[in-house]
């Protein structure tokens, strides 16, 4: 059984191999409301969380896997960290997602996300729970 582990990481350098390899245009923030995870899978880096405390709630800002490590529930124990940060902080998370994005779209209705606003890209919203 392949050993999986979800932990803050405030490595920019490690981060930023990440998301450059899984999103090659962005520019990610390290500012002090930017909260990172790391995903490793038997101690390799394996994909990433990115949470923005907002004065609304917790923006998810970015979640990705590298792929070949896609589809072994990564994605979702991320999602779970997500959640568990957004409870203790008492808020409601936000994120937008493409339409298009079916893989990450089916990921978000199983963690209990709904529509919002529909523009160009979709803004899902979770309720805190209570
Ligand atoms: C969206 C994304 C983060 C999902 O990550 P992931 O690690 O593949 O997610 P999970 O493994 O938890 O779930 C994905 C699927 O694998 C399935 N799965 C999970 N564990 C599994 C296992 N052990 N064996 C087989 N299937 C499994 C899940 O049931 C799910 O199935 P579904 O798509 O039919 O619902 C990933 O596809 C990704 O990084 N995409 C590119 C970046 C991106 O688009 N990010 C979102 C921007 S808004």
Redesign the pocket.
């Given at each position: 059984m392949k050993a999986l582990s979800i932990a803050r990481c405030r490595s920019e350098k490690k981060l930023l191999a990440l998301i450059n390899e899984?999103?090659p245009s962005a520019t990610p923030g390290f500012g002090e409301n930017d909260v990172y995870f790391l995903a490793t899978l038997d101690g390799e880096d394996a994909?990433f969380l990115h949470l923005i405390l907002h004065s609304k709630g917790v923006l998810l800002q970015?979640?990705?896997?590298?792929e070949k490590?896609?589809?072994?529930?990564?994605?979702?124990?991320?999602?779970d960290t997500a959640l568990e940060f957004a409870q203790k902080e008492n808020a409601d998370i936000l994120?937008?997602?493409?339409p298009s994005?079916t893989?990450?779209l089916?990921?978000y209705a199983?963690k209990g996300f709904s529509i919002r606003k529909v523009t160009d890209a979709y803004v899902l919203h979770r309720k805190r729970c209570n």
């Open positions: 899984i999103f994909g970015g979640i990705g896997v590298r490590f896609r589809k072994k529930g990564i994605g979702g124990g991320l999602m994120l937008k997602v493409k994005n893989d990450a089916n990921l199983k």
